[in-house]
């Protein structure tokens, strides 16, 4: 699968993310960096076909009003350690990719998998 991390989440998600055999880019790894606009990350992802991955509520809306990103991550830990959030996600990996499959809209917390229909 193919996934964007967005500018809040650590470069080092991204890294989990290529290591579990997916392709990943950060935005730190885009020519404008973390500088990169919510709508400028959309549209790589849609041209693409990448999973935004993100705690940035502006993509949910985004999400909701235009149907943008196209498939959406969101996680929802609150503040979480970079081990823990990796840990995590590494937990739940096989499953979120699975949902993709079928969902859009998926969001992870320290205790649940919400599927947004």
Same mark, same amino acid.
């Given at each position: ?8 989440? #650590?470069? *080092? ?23 990169? =606009?919510?709508?400028? $990350? ?7 076909? *990448? $999973? $935004? ?15 943008? #990103? ?6 929802? =830990? ?16 096989? *499953?979120? $990719? ?11 917390? *320290? ?7």
């Amino acid at each position: 699968m193919k996934f964007l991390v967005d500018a809040q989440l #650590p470069k *080092r998600l991204a890294r989990l993310l290529i290591a579990e055999g997916h392709d990943a880019v950060h935005t730190l790894d885009l020519p404008r960096e973390n500088r990169t =606009t919510d709508m400028q $990350v959309e549209v790589l992802a849609s041209d693409e076909k *990448r $999973v $935004v991955v993100t705690k940035d509520n502006d993509f949910v809306a985004s999400f909701w009003l235009r149907g943008r #990103p196209e498939k959406l991550l969101l996680i929802s =830990t609150g503040n979480i350690s970079n081990d823990d959030l990796c840990g995590l996600v590494s937990e739940n990996l096989d *499953r979120l $990719v699975a949902m993709f499959t079928h969902f859009n809209f998926i969001e992870l917390s *320290r205790g649940n998998i919400v599927i947004h229909a």
